[in-house]
């Protein structure tokens, strides 16, 4: 019942971001685990499916990025100013991130 109590207060905070934020976390769970497995499956069959974990990587980042902007949104909203700084740092390094991988991976060559 911790876990309901959680997300009604969570729901009741967020005054209608909740729904955005919970599918944006959904989305980023699941291109992590494209990810996992992506990796897996070229490092146990020793395929070349680089571009393929580079695009989940770039999608899983830009996803993260996008969660940190919803949280942004609501911190400004909110006037909140505790870690506003860090966070907003830390969506700018995901974001550009992100964009490093799609365009590495445009262009075909290697990044990281």
Do not use: C, P, W
């Not at 830009?62 to 740092?89: C, P, W």
């Not at 991988?101 to 290697?110: N, Q, Y």
């Amino acid at each position: 019942m911790k876990i309901l109590d959680t997300i009604q207060k969570d729901y009741r905070k967020s005054k209608g971001l909740f729904l955005l934020k919970l599918m944006i976390k959904i989305l980023a769970m699941y291109f992590a685990f494209r990810v996992l497995y992506a990796a897996g499956s070229a490092i146990i069959f020793e395929n070349s499916t680089k571009a393929n974990v580079d695009y989940f990587v770039f999608s899983m980042l830009f996803i993260l990025g996008l969660s940190n902007t919803v949280q942004l949104v609501e911190m400004y909203r909110d006037k909140k100013k505790e870690h506003f700084k860090l966070l907003l740092a830390s969506t700018i390094l995901l974001i550009a991130v992100s964009a490093a991988f799609f365009l590495s991976s445009a262009i075909g060559g290697e990044l990281f």
